[in-house]
């Protein structure tokens, strides 16, 4: 059992028995405590009954209670389980702050060894090249677009972020094929992207598509970059797929940046300093640390 077997546990969560369902949602939540416990003592701590568990056990391809056990306690030998967040009323600022911590570095992980190199590769490229890039994406995910946009623009890119259903509409009109648009959706079922995306393409521009994958954004893009992480209905979950559309788009302008060359990173170095006037006169502890870290190396290398 691995870390993306953990993931599929949770895709196929909608798709089980209420009471199946709670057996889940244990497991993701007390792995740890789970590997420890007897069949009627799991039965009992959940509130259902033992055959239940047994078809948990099955659904999720284990041929027993004991067969799941060892695959479980296979998967956290490995130290790369996070535990799925949840919090009680009574639970301390510290408990419900490492929770969520330790579900978004799972969370991150899973991405990370999901997401195809291939396709990466071509989003950059894509982006790379093109004349215009336009950023779409409504709710969380027009702030992850507004992200974008204050990154690549310093990458010497024109490009822009929308989060309006009319100004995407008048934006993809205006695209060719030498244009990217880049659709952000946490579900890949928003009809109002989904349609914007239909006119880019019409006009010929390259859409690249940050959703799940089997949406119907992910049906209709030129290149998928799939993000499938399960988000449930518990009022306090984090919203750990943000997150994961945030890194993501970490990875493509650093990508385009080193297409770029080292003329960009000049004009980046310049860039960051035309800010230094907008800044307080008091020192940055952590430019202080850089000018004593490149002392220290350059001492070191007249030995």
Known sequence: ????????????LPAFRRSEQKVARFVLRNA?????????ALAARVGVSEPTVIRFCR???????QDFKLKLAQTLATGEQFSEFSMNETDSVAEFSRGIFDSTVGTLLGVRDRIDATSMTRAINAL???SRVEFYGYGASGAVAIDA?????????STAAYSDPHMQHMSAVTLGEHDVVVAISQTGRSSSL?????IALSHGATVIGLCPADSPLAEKCTIGLYIDVFED???YRPMSSRIAHLVVIDILAVGVAKTRGPQLAEHLVAVKRSLDPLRTARP?????????STRTRGKSDDK
């Open 32 to 40: 740890d405590e789970v590997i420890h416990l007897p069949l009627a």
């Open 194 to 198: 989904l349609s914007s995306v239909d």
């Open 1 to 12: 059992m691995s870390v993306t077997l953990f993931d599929d546990l949770r895709a196929r």
């Open 59 to 65: 659904a999720i391809d284990c041929t027993g209670y």
């Open 128 to 130: 790379s090249d093109a």
């Open 149 to 157: 946009q204050h990154k690549f623009f310093r990458l010497r890119i």
């Open 284 to 292: 940055d502890p952590f430019d202080r640390a850089r000018q004593d």
């Open 233 to 235: 209905s518990e009022v």
